[in-house]
């Protein structure tokens, strides 16, 4: 199942990616349109002559929860299958998935995720690409009826960040086990001149807006933790991100002067400190 809202171009690759898959159980893909103005809908209806089991599901507002939501009413099948629209799947991803059911026993799947900066560039994974997260919805496979019985993803995230550990804290609460397969590897399509400072910047304020939402429905030592909420990080946020560190650590990050390794350096800082600083506004605007 993917989501996808105004990206065409990406979402052609995904589908095309799909369409090549081997030695995979039958499947369906499922393509929810989250509002799209572009050419989506006409690609999707394009795509189905080649790949019979293609389907679109039209959801119009931007919000990513509902959108799977609607996804996932609308599938038949057994296990559901998430991955991004700016994926390249290798020939048997979905193989690899239903190898980690194979027997049978309620698990969420996970598979590495390859941050790459384009199409032609395709590692293998290594030690870097494992990740313990629960349940990541670029690449990752669990039974439908957990989900349905978990209630699905929690549609108040309306913004970006969270929805996906939110659902896999309450799979994990229902007992469900996990598994990372390293054979269930994707590449992450992410060229630099998409993944701005700006377009980073927007989605770390969204990120600290909905961790507030992931605090309230679970406020436990492990969320604070995750989140980033938990005292010292709520002091740094407070105390020492001034609007003159964040502006110098922003000019530093765009600088073309600077080594690469500065200019990395002072982004990764930039986004920590605006991501404190929003998460605080938003803690603190729950006490009034």
């Known amino acids: 199942m993917i989501a996808t809202r105004n990206r065409a171009n ?5 589908l095309r990616s799909l369409r090549a898959q081997r030695g995979a159980p039958p499947f369906e893909a499922i393509v929810v349109d989250n509002g799209s103005s ?3 809908r006409g690609l999707v209806e394009e795509l189905a002559g080649s790949l019979e089991s293609l389907r679109y599901v039209q959801w119009p507002l931007p919000n990513r ?6 996804g996932v009413a609308a599938a038949a099948g057994r296990y559901l299958l998430f991955c991004d629209d700016d994926v390249q799947l290798p020939e048997d991803w979905i193989a690899a998935h239903a190898a980690a059911h194979g027997d049978g026993i309620p698990r969420v799947v996970n598979g590495p995720i390859l941050n790459v900066p384009s199409y032609s560039n395709r590692p293998k994974p290594g030690a870097a690409n494992y990740s313990r997260a629960f349940l990541c919805t670029c690449n990752a496979s669990l039974p439908k009826a957990a989900f349905d019985a978990a209630g699905g993803f929690d549609e108040g995230f309306d913004l970006y960040g969270w929805e996906d550990t939110e659902l896999g804290l309450r799979l994990r609460a229902a007992g469900l086990q996990w598994k990372f397969s390293w054979d269930a590897f994707l590449w992450h399509i992410k060229p630099p001149d998409e993944t701005t400072l700006e377009v ?6 969204e990120k600290a807006r909905m961790a507030r939402r992931f605090l309230a429905r679970h406020p ?8 980033g909420a938990h005292p010292l990080n709520v002091f740094r946020g407070r105390y020492l991100t001034p609007d003159a560190l964040l502006a110098m650590y922003a000019g ?8 690469a390794w500065l200019t990395g350096l002072a982004r990764a800082q930039f986004l920590d400190a605006l991501y404190l600083r929003e998460l605080v ?4 605007a729950d006490r009034g």
């Open 38 to 40: 572009d050419g989506t």
């Open 252 to 259: 530093l990050s765009t600088s073309r002067r600077a080594p």
């Open 10 to 14: 990406y979402l052609q690759r995904a």
């Open 220 to 227: 436990s030592p492990r969320v604070r933790f995750a989140t």
């Open 281 to 284: 506004r938003a803690l603190d």
């Open 200 to 205: 980073e910047s927007r989605k770390t304020v």
């Open 65 to 70: 929860g509902q959108a799977r939501n609607r």
